[in-house]
């Protein structure tokens, strides 16, 4: 137990979690497009193991092969199938880094830092170096919801809590400011932070086919996740 123990402290004093300065917006901006990025693997084998996809690439191969003759040709036309769908998934991904930069992450302090707006971003940094992030702000999609947004840790630096620890802490400050619901929208492919979302009390209430083109080729979704702030938030907070 006391090793238990132990190795938990050592894992929390490896991180620390601070509010957003001007001075971190290229590394946040970096952390984000690496972090979207890194799905590009997971969702590629998620939408091959779709029996419909499975299925198209199969007739593609017999089609092939029964007009050439050759079974070379019908390899080659399955490869471009594949291909096709790598491109589709890495266009994707594209557009939401160029949507987020865009967007909230174009001017951070606007978007978060006014201390007259509820809204917040916060960073996690090990050893001085920024790892993670999170951020809360008004809901654009729901009217009287607040987003959970940009949460972040970069692969190297998970399981360690760290984004447990950021989202608590957006989560607290929710509280802290009247907020009664919060709501966050996360891919098909991340099924870690689905189980972190699960822990902290989140439902998933719906999902959705992004409304782009790739999107639609690949059949990519998107969860939206929702929380009501009061009596929950402030058990997890207290038993952790």
Request: glycine residues 8%; contains cysteine.
């Amino acid at each position: 137990m006391c090793v238990c123990i132990g190795n938990t402290l050592k894992a929390m004093m490896e991180y620390s979690l601070r509010e957003y300065r001007d001075s971190d917006y290229a590394v946040v901006r970096e952390v984000y497009s690496t972090g979207f990025r890194e799905h590009s693997g997971a969702i590629f084998v998620m939408v091959l193991r779709r029996l419909r996809v499975q299925a198209v690439l199969f007739a593609v191969f017999l089609a092939l092969l029964e007009l050439s003759g050759s079974l070379l040709t019908a390899m080659l036309g399955v490869s471009g199938g594949l291909l096709a769908i790598r491109v589709s998934v890495q266009c994707l991904l594209e557009q939401g880094v160029r949507l987020g930069l865009s967007e909230d992450l174009q001017n951070i302090r606007a978007s978060y830092m006014d201390p007259s707006r509820v809204a917040r971003f916060w960073v996690a940094e090990v050893q001085g170096i920024l790892v993670g992030t999170v951020a809360i702000l008004p809901c654009v999609e729901e009217r009287g919801a607040w987003e959970l947004k940009r949460i972040t840790v970069l692969k190297r630096s998970r399981g360690r809590g760290i984004g447990k620890a950021l989202c608590q802490t957006a989560m607290e400050f929710a509280a802290n400011h009247g907020v009664e619901r919060v709501v966050l929208f996360t891919s098909m492919a991340q099924s870690d932070a689905h189980r972190l979302y699960d822990s902290l009390g989140f439902k998933k209430e719906t999902e959705f086919v992004w409304p782009s083109l790739p999107a639609r080729l690949v059949n990519f979704l998107v969860y939206k996740y929702a929380y009501k702030v009061g009596v929950r938030t402030e058990q997890m907070l207290i038993s952790n």
